[in-house]
């Protein structure tokens, strides 16, 4: 947060609204988007032009999910290779990999096109231009801040997504291990994770009910992975 701001939000205050928005993540289901359009709020509430607020705070949900389907690339070629271990189809690595690398080519191409022309009137068409200038800024600024080589953005998405990922880990662990190999383990998790975007009351049962099934579809003991999730 404080990197996609370039710094100029004090870094104490960064750390509180950026411990805030993981709260509302947990409140909010909107597949990690909950946090941020807390945090956006708030923001416009203290002075910052909404606009601003918005869009960089758009950044930082999109810089970090980029690095999940990145992971998910990684993971699914590494698995059907066999450059990583893991016990699984062939199609069960390629289609998540070939799916993460669809995406990454389509935030990437789609920050490069010109932003949609403002329609003549209101009403609906006006709405949702709007909604897609939202999107465009968001996913320009993304790319731009990546592309700029911000180090600290970088390895705090990274270390954002490693930390999760290791957390759940440590979880399996605790009730006696069972976990799949980390490049299965890393396909399991992202494409889990898809769950968070069903609209459950709270936020509770879609992250898990994922996680779950797809810890069970690549193989992990459904008991083991059902404790180790609601640990988690």
Known sequence: LWAVFDRIVPWRRALVLELAEQGANVLLPAGGAGGPALG?????????????????????????????????VVAGLGVATGLLAGDTSLAAA?????????????????????????PDGGGLWHTVWRLRRFVHDGVRTTVALLRHGDRLLIVGAVTYYACDVASLGAAFQAFGGGAPPVGVFVLAYTLGHLGALLPTPGGVG??????????????????????????Y
Do not use: C, K, N
């Not at 009910?209 to 609601?230: D, R």
């Open 40 to 72: 956006a709020y708030v923001m416009t509430r203290i002075g910052v032009p909404a606009e601003l607020a918005a869009r960089r705070h758009a950044a930082l949900f999109l810089s970090t999910s980029v690095v999940g389907f990145a992971a998910i």
């Open 94 to 118: 390629l289609l998540p990999a070939a799916g993460g690398a669809a995406l990454l080519v389509v935030i990437y191409v789609y920050a490069r096109l010109p932003p949609a022309t403002e």
């Open 206 to 231: 879609g992250t898990e009910g994922g996680l779950i099934g797809m810890f069970a579809f690549y193989g992990t003991p459904l008991s083991v992975a059902a404790a180790a999730v609601l640990a």
